[in-house]
């Protein structure tokens, strides 16, 4: 399979001296899910607007959909469709006229624009609501129309910048269904930026996770989980507190490493459930009483609480946790 993406060595430095994206490389396959993980300023959306030619590289390389993206920006546009945070659709126009008009724009006309809208009107369920205002359309209904603008020319490749952001739970997961299906059954590629550690593991088939414009790790969701191994034991108490329940931690037989994160103490152990009893114990010697204390099997966010030391902010943070201990 060949690659859809290639990039080697990318830095962009935006002219006030900030080094938004230090020195990444990664590849994508044509015909993969991969997603660009990270939290807000991590350098995803530089690296997203970069691929798509709305930003000029600094330096290094770079190739979509086979072409050099320095020389031939054009083409590579009419490969792509991008789908942004923002909505960019005309509130006055009705969900049909959005989609003509964006058709027209990609130069499609007469009987091939008209099918190509009923096609994508049907594909993302808005249909029975097509000549309605888009101003009186619900956010994810925006955001399904937005996506069917993105697809209206049929482009190899789909980029994605945190398309989900702000949108109930309801809508994130029909819009997460659109686009496995987009990718399964249309072999579409997807280049996803999100900071959704839920909606990376469901949808993605590769992750790079960056920070700080650098990359810390990269491989499926489920090799880097694997990577990390141990269950988590996460302690919610007091910031007075938990330099000292930290150092406790790393007396209890069966803890191999202890961290610091935002809201508490994070420890890793194999069979964390077993050595529960040990912690409480060894917590409660020393008069520390959490809040909250929960065991969870590793996730991305213990992948990026490993590499950084510090956890991926997001409204949408949601641990798989079991066998929770209120104390």
């Known amino acids: 399979m060949e690659d859809i993406i290639a990039v080697g060595h990318l830095v962009v430095v935006y002219q006030d001296g900030t080094r938004a994206v230090e020195d990444i490389s990664f590849n994508v396959k044509d015909g993969e899910f991969f997603g660009f993980l990270g939290p807000n300023g991590a ?86 609501v097509a000549d309605k205002p888009a101003g009186r359309y619900s956010g994810g209904m925006r955001k399904r129309l937005d996506l069917a603008s993105a697809l209206v020319h049929s482009p190899r490749l789909l980029f994605l910048d945190e398309p989900t952001t702000g949108l109930d739970a309801q809508s994130r997961t029909a819009i997460w269904e659109y686009l496995e299906d987009l990718n399964k059954s249309h072999g579409i590629t997807i280049f996803l930026t999100t900071q959704y550690l839920e909606e990376a593991d469901r949808l993605c088939h590769q992750l790079a996770i960056i920070d700080h414009g650098k990359l810390i ?53 194999e069979n964390a459930g077993q050595i529960v009893p040990d912690v409480i114990t060894a917590l409660d010697r020393n008069g520390i009483r959490p809040s909250f204390l929960s065991i969870s099997s590793p996730t991305l966010d213990d992948v990026f609480l490993r590499a950084t030391g510090r956890r991926i902010r997001s409204d949408d943070l949601q641990r798989k946790e079991t066998d929770p201990f209120l104390m």
């Open 217 to 269: 790790a990269g491989g499926s969701p489920s090799e880097l989980k694997k990577a990390v191994g141990e269950d988590t034991i996460s302690l919610t108490l007091d910031p007075s507190l938990r330099r000292r329940a930290g150092e406790v931690l790393k007396t209890v037989q069966g803890v191999s490493s202890v961290l610091e994160s935002d809201g508490g103490v994070t420890a890793h152990a």
């Open 43 to 128: 350098g995803k959306s530089t690296t997203i607007k970069t691929l798509t030619t709305l930003l000029r590289k600094t330096s290094g390389s770079v190739r979509v959909a086979g072409l050099d993206i320095d020389k031939s920006p054009t083409e590579i546009r009419k490969s792509i469709g991008v789908l942004n945070q923002e909505t960019s659709l005309d509130v006055d126009l009705t969900g049909r006229q959005n989609l003509r008009l964006q058709g027209r724009l990609q130069q499609l006309h007469g009987q091939t624009l008209d099918g190509r809208v009923e096609e994508l009107l049907k594909l993302v369920q808005l249909d029975e």
